[in-house]
C-alpha cells in the first residue's frame, strides 16, 4: 500500500543524456533528477558543457537519452547572451510587450513581472541601451516569467552585472522560488552564490559529472578533480543544506 504522504514527482528526469556536435562528444551518459521548488545550480570550467546542457533541456539540440519534464511544465529561459543590438530603438516596455502577445499573456501579466523583479514602470519605459546590467538582466528575467511558467532555466543570470546588482537578483530568484514554488535551474561560476542558493550542484567537467547538496559536492576535493586546480570560495553560514 502507497504512503499518503509519498514524495513529490520529480520536476525533470535525466537519463543517460549524450550530446555531440560532429565528432566531439560534450557531454556523455549524464544521468540527474530535479524536485519540483528546488533549486539546482550548474557548474563546471568552461567548456564542460553547461550551456550546451540547458539548450538541449529546452529542446534546442539533438541529443541521445532521455529528458523527461513534469507533464504540465511551462518553462521560462533567460538565455547567457541575448541576440539583440542594445543600440535597438526599443524600450524595455516594448520588449515584454513583444513577449506578451507571443505567450498570449495580458497587460496585467506584464504589470504583474515588473513588480515580480522590482522594474519601475518608467525604467522600462527607457530605450533597453539605457539600461543598466541589472536593469537589463532583471528584463530578461521578467520577460521569462511571463506566461507563468513553473520552472525558469537561467545561464548565467548575473553575468556582467556590479556585485550590489548581483546580490537583489539571486535574493529576487530564491524569493520567487519560494513564493511561487517555482523550480529553477542556474548556470554559475560564482561558487558561494551557488553555495548558499541551491538546493542540489550538478558539477559537469569534461570526463566527468557528480550531482549532489552543496556541502556534499563543493569540497576542496572534489572541485580540484573537476577544475584541474584548487578553488576556494567564501561561504555565507545559514541554514541551507
Known amino acids: 500500500m502507497s504512503s499518503s504522504v509519498d514524495a513529490p514527482l520529480p520536476a525533470l528526469v ?94 496585467a501579466d506584464v504589470a504583474s513581472v515588473l513588480g515580480l523583479v522590482g522594474l519601475k514602470p518608467e525604467s522600462v519605459g527607457q530605450p533597453i541601451g539605457a539600461l543598466s546590467g541589472g536593469q537589463f538582466q532583471r528584463l530578461l528575467v521578467a520577460a521569462a516569467l511571463i506566461g507563468h511558467p513553473t520552472v525558469l532555466l537561467l545561464d548565467e543570470p548575473t553575468a556582467g552585472v556590479d556585485e550590489p546588482g548581483q546580490d537583489s537578483i539571486n535574493h529576487t530568484l530564491d524569493r520567487l522560488r519560494d513564493e ?24 559537469l567537467s569534461p570526463g566527468h559529472a557528480c550531482f549532489g547538496a552543496p556541502r556534499q559536492v563543493l569540497t576542496p576535493q572534489l572541485l580540484q578533480e573537476l577544475y584541474g586546480a584548487p578553488i576556494a570560495y567564501h561561504v555565507h553560514h545559514d541554514h541551507r543544506p
Open 180 to 203: 511561487r514554488g517555482l523550480t529553477i535551474l542556474f548556470i554559475s561560476h560564482d561558487l558561494s552564490v551557488v553555495y548558499h542558493y541551491a538546493t542540489n550542484v550538478l558539477c
Open 14 to 107: 535525466v537519463t543517460n543524456l549524450s550530446v555531440g556536435f560532429d565528432r566531439t562528444v560534450v557531454i556523455e551518459g549524464l544521468s540527474f533528477e530535479v524536485r519540483h521548488g528546488s533549486a539546482l545550480a550548474i557548474v563546471g570550467p568552461n567548456g564542460a558543457g553547461k550551456s550546451v546542457l540547458a539548450k538541449t533541456l529546452i529542446g534546442v539540440l539533438p541529443h541521445q537519452g532521455t529528458i523527461a519534464w513534469e507533464g504540465n511544465t511551462q518553462i521560462g529561459y533567460v538565455p547567457q547572451k541575448l541576440d539583440i543590438e542594445r543600440d535597438l530603438p526599443i524600450t524595455g516596455g516594448d520588449f515584454l510587450h513583444a513577449k506578451a502577445v507571443v505567450s498570449r499573456a495580458s497587460e
